[in-house]
T-cell receptor, first 113, second 108 residues
Framework: GAGVSQSPSNKVTEKGKDVELRCDPISGHTALYWYRQRLGQGLEFLIY????????KSGLPSDRFSAERTGESVSTLTIQRTQQEDSAVYLC???????????FGQGTRLTVV | KNEVEQSPQNLTAQEGEFITINCSYSVGISALHWLQQHPGGGIVSLFMLSSGKKKHGRLIATINIQEKHSSLHITASHPRDSAVYICAVSPTGNQFYFGTGTSLTVIP
């Protein structure tokens, strides 16, 4: 497809389980961003990838959160030992390069029960 | 203190009205983005600005770098414009600071 694709679109998981969220950026986009949006709150930055450079992980809320990206392709965001406060919409965005227009995926709605 | 402040937080308008949403920011930026988030949660990028003015259909975005202020205007508003409009600034390009959004409802 032409846009940023995220999967799954919805995920319900039990507290304590691990989850993996996937983002397929637009082909050729070197920059990839993960954000989350808790219910009724604004967007929070989680992590940023730019090409093959070391990612900016400054927004990850705890060591239970990790993300990987191989080159300029798919990224996965992993949350270990999920907690109820992890419930949110996780959004991925990509841009052609630094400081250019970002395009967002539809998000993954994560519910931890 | 938030790096990005938007006003108003909520806005209700009659169909056909001219709408303005304002964004003020406190950091130096390389670009400012206007985003639209629909009730289903999907986010669409409307504009990316680093200076001046851009127009796309009924939407117009302006930015004043000296005053650290941007406005999003919607002419001849329509119910399908109902959404949350989010201002985001990018100081270096590797991260965005987001406003809390303006929830717009356009009544037929």
């Amino acid at each position: 497809g032409a846009g940023v694709s995220q999967s799954p679109s919805n995920k319900v998981t039990e507290k304590g389980k691990d989850v993996e969220l996937r983002c397929d950026p637009i082909s050729g986009h070197t920059a990839l961003y993960w954000y989350r949006q808790r219910l009724g709150q604004g967007l929070e930055f989680l992590i940023y990838f730019q090409g093959n450079s070391a990612p900016d992980k400054s927004g990850l809320p705890s060591d239970r959160f990790s993300a990987e990206r191989t080159g300029e392709s798919v990224s996965t965001l992993t949350i270990q030992r999920t907690q109820q406060e992890d419930s949110a919409v996780y959004l991925c965005a990509s841009s052609l390069r630094l400081a250019t227009e970002a395009f967002f995926g539809q998000g993954t709605r994560l519910t931890v029960v | 203190k938030n790096e990005v402040e938007q006003s108003p937080q909520n806005l209700t308008a009659q169909e056909g009205e001219f709408i303005t949403i304002n964004c003020s920011y406190s950091v130096g930026i390389s670009a400012l983005h206007w985003l639209q988030q629909h009730p289903g949660g999907g986010i669409v990028s409307l504009f990316m600005l680093s200076s001046g003015k851009k127009k796309h259909g009924r939407l117009i975005a302006t930015i004043n770098i000296q005053e650290k202020h941007s406005s999003l205007h919607i002419t001849a508003s329509h119910p399908r414009d109902s959404a949350v409009y989010i201002c985001a600034v990018s100081p270096t390009g590797n991260q965005f600071y987001f406003g809390t959004g303006t929830s717009l409802t356009v009544i037929p």
